[in-house]
């Protein structure tokens, strides 16, 4: 399926809001320990200073969709670029743990208004048989943002003896500040045209050049919506009888992603090997093989995701998640599973994640929402997906101390199966429908 240039550019230049999103997520992972050495932090004090960020991307994914609806997606875009650069800066000079954890908090409220801004942005200039891939190439982005950051500290640490750590924050400032010269060339997205501006004259032009073969029937379609969308657009809108079936599948789909357990794994991966008896160095550079896993996987998920669909890539991830997690689990038990094997089962369990939910998420969740309520479900969504991954990363340390690998990871493989259990009876495909299609079949369901 031939992709046009010109989507193409436009998608890989949104994107790239994701490589800063998995490298701002990943490369506080090489420099937790010395942080909580520096500043001599308690487990609770440390688990806050690594979660601080992801308290930001709560806020930036339950407020973002609010600039991405008045003011659009690009602007949005720009300012998530600004919010990169200054935390990278600011994090890597802060003189103490309180300007430290304010400059990665900044960082945070980037990282979940990307989350909420990029994906949706892809989604509304996509042609139908490629948007899948287009916008799975923010996870794409995503993946190839934390290997780098694991490459990345590795390099630092092994290069630099001195407070390394600040280096390995700072240097993200670079490709924010490309990131954010390159967004500045991107046009509005033409769904956010009709849908906020009734400016159809403008999106037809942008989608003639986006999406030629679709635009009469995107237009067409998108007239239809706005006559039939008579709920009044804002948070509550996603609550009212006509969209809660959809506001439930987009909670549902991220409540899961965290549950699997991966930002425990993306955060406190060198712990992890450590508590396994692997030494630090070992553990660290490890890590880099978790980017590359990860990275490969993601690779099979973007070349499946339109040929085979969203469900049956949950089906595999569900699966895969599983089978690692009590491997993971096992391994940590004493039994005769030797620890030494538990990075390969880390590497099962990331490629797992990769194929199915990585691939998935952002794709579905930026799919099934109507134009007019695209940015709030999104935010909702997201919304989601990071209070989860904040409360998690902020009581990992505590419960690993306090339960043991075995229970922790035992927890996630159970919630795997509840996933599985939910792909099989709730969950719908979307593989190859306009986004117009999409909301017009969820609306005459609950008409």
Known sequence: MKINSYVLFLSVVAA?????????????????????????????????AVAIALYGTVIGALFGGIPADRYGRRKSLIWIGILYFISALGSAIAPEINSFMFFRFIGGIGVGASSVVAPMYISEISPAKNRGQLVALFQFNLVFGILVAYFSNYLIDSSIAVNSWRWMLGVEAIPALIYTLLVVKVPQSPRWLIAK???????????????PEGVEEA?????????????????????????????????????????????????????????????????????VGIGAVNMVA?????????????????????????????????????????????????????????????????????????????????????????????????????????????????FFALMMVLQLLWVAFKMPETKGRSLEEIQKDFISKNA
Request: cysteine-free.
């Open 219 to 287: 237009i067409k379609l998108a007239l239809e919506e706005k006559k039939l969308t008579k709920v009044k657009v804002g948070f509550l809108a996603l609550f009212h009888s006509k969209y809660i079936r959809i506001t439930i599948l987009a909670v549902l789909i991220a409540l899961f992603n965290q549950l699997s357990g991966i930002n425990a794994i993306i955060y406190f991966a060198p712990r992890v090997f450590e508590m396994a008896g692997i030494s630090a160095e070992s553990a660290l550079l490890s890590t």
């Open 197 to 211: 501006k009734d400016d159809f004259e403008t999106a037809e032009k942008i989608l003639q050049r986006t999406d």
């Open 16 to 48: 790239l809001g994701g490589f800063l999103f998995g490298f701002d997520t990943a490369v506080i992972s090489g420099a937790e320990r010395q942080i909580q050495e520096v500043w001599n932090l308690s487990d609770w004090s440390h688990g806050l």
């Open 298 to 410: 993601t690779l099979v998920g973007l070349y499946l995701i339109d040929r085979i669909g969203r469900k049956k890539l949950m089906y595999m991830g569900s699966i895969g998640y599983i089978i690692s997690l009590l491997l993971i689990a096992y391994s940590f038990s004493g039994g005769q599973i030797s620890s030494s094997f538990l990075p390969i089962f880390v590497f099962m369990f990331i490629a797992s994640h990769a194929i199915g939910q990585g691939a998935v998420i952002w794709v579905f969740i930026s799919e099934i929402f109507p134009n007019e309520l695209r940015a709030y479900g999104q935010s909702i969504g997201s919304f989601t997906h990071w209070i989860l991954a904040a409360i998690i990363a902020n009581v990992f340390p505590f419960l690993a101390n306090q339960f043991g690998p075995v229970v922790i990871f035992g």
